[in-house]
């Protein structure tokens, strides 16, 4: 007869880590909503204008902003193309290096991310808040953070 084994005990640190990756996948898909319903834009586009916005100079080459979006090349110029059809950001080479290209902010594309901004913090917050409402454990990181009042 073979012996029965029990699962072993799952660890406190991988139990709170899929605590987190839950968190995490509600909260982002309640803010991909969000854009996409009052601005149409997705989350991703919300990122990549945010980091464009944030640039001195309004601009990073492709790597770069695939780097700072966490997407591979190739997404990253599908994201690129959308944003370019939107008005809200143009392809352009770099002046020292004919290989190198640049994503630019536009104007268009700043006002976008300001007013979606707004959207963003708000839907953020408050599902931060009924995060928190619902797992006290939740709330005491969130509030050790500074993410909840």
């Known amino acids: 007869m073979p012996a029965t084994t029990t699962p072993a005990p799952v660890p406190d640190v991988t139990a709170a880590w ?7 996948a509600r909260v982002e898909s309640r803010l991909a909503t969000a854009l996409q319903r009052r601005h149409g834009i997705g989350l991703s586009e919300f990122r990549a204008l945010g980091h464009l916005a944030a640039s001195p ?9 695939a780097d700072k979006v966490g997407l591979n090349q190739s997404s990253v110029t599908r994201l690129v193309a959308r944003l370019n059809a939107a008005g809200f950001a143009y ?27 707004r959207t ?23 509030s050790a953070l500074g993410a909840t009042p």
């Open 18 to 24: 899929q605590r987190v990756l839950l968190l995490h």
């Open 57 to 65: 100079t309004s601009e990073l080459r492709m790597q770069e902003l």
């Open 120 to 142: 963003y913090e708000e839907t953020l917050q408050a599902a931060l808040e009924e995060a928190a409402q619902a797992d006290p454990r939740l709330a005491a990181a969130l």
């Open 91 to 117: 392809r352009d080479l770099c002046p020292d290096d004919r290989r190198g290209v640049y994503t630019v902010l536009t104007e268009t594309g700043r006002a976008r991310h300001a007013e979606a901004g």
